[in-house]
């Protein structure tokens, strides 16, 4: 099977713009999370989507937002970029039949903001 | 809530030695879950190995095995027979099953594997 999918890998953006980033999850998984990796917080939880629903949400602020398709896809939206957004965002997707699959996650995409 | 402490943040091994890395949790939950992950050089994060909090008998991967002790809320990784290409930072990680998918991940640890 093949695993976890992420584009862009790197993205270049100025402050105040939005960002779109994509994540495609191993076949026949349902759940998708995303995670921000940064050096001063460390890994931190975003939200996660089950069947096109957000069912758990991190500690971000409102700018911070995503969605799932109903080929289980996911997007994750950044609008008004701080550059404290600069951080290496990761996805992980898991079958989503039990609460507490495993998680295997994508290469990620690494978000520069100027 | 919810904390994850690793309290080594870089480790070094002589190549096909044996080392131990620390991790210990709080929590108030009593059913939950424990991983460790191991991140390379090129960022991609790979699942190393998962305990659960209910079975009492310590994980174990190939050269990898964990010692989980939930009363002192433990949970360390072994790395037997080290490898240059275990050469990574390792995340401790943990999920209570209320919460879903959200994974709970310590401050990681730097391990150098040298030849």
């Known amino acids: 099977k093949a695993g976890v999918t992420q584009t862009p890998r790197y993205l270049i953006k100025t402050r105040g713009q939005q960002v779109t980033l994509s994540c495609s999850p191993i076949?026949?998984?349902?759940?998708v999370s995303w995670y921000q990796q940064t050096p001063g917080q460390g890994l931190q939880f975003l939200f996660e989507y089950f069947s096109e629903t957000q069912r758990n949400k991190g500690n971000f602020p409102g700018r911070f937002s995503g969605r799932q398709f109903s080929n289980s896809r996911s997007e994750m939206n950044v609008s008004t970029l701080e550059l404290g957004d600069s951080a290496l965002y990761l996805c992980?997707?898991?079958?989503?039949?039990?609460?507490?699959?495993?998680?295997?996650f994508g290469p990620g995409t690494r978000l520069t903001v100027l | 809530a919810q904390t994850v402490t690793q309290s080594q943040p870089e480790m070094s091994v002589q190549e096909a030695e044996t080392v131990t890395l620390s991790c210990t949790y709080d929590t108030s939950e009593n059913n939950y879950y424990l991983f460790w992950y191991k991140q390379p050089p090129s960022r991609q994060m790979i699942l190393v190995i998962r305990q659960e909090a209910y079975k009492q008998q310590n994980a174990t991967e190939n050269r990898f095995s964990v010692n989980f002790q939930k009363a002192a809320k433990s949970f360390s990784l072994k790395i037997s027979d080290s490898q240059l290409g275990d050469t990574a930072m390792y995340f401790c990680?943990?999920?209570?099953?209320?919460?879903?998918?959200?994974?709970?991940f310590g401050e990681g640890t730097q391990l150098t594997v040298n030849p």
């Open positions: 076949s026949g998984h349902r759940s």
């Open positions: 992980a997707s898991s079958s989503g039949t039990g609460r507490t699959d495993t998680q295997y």
């Open positions: 990680a943990f999920m209570i099953e209320t919460s879903g998918s959200r994974l709970t």
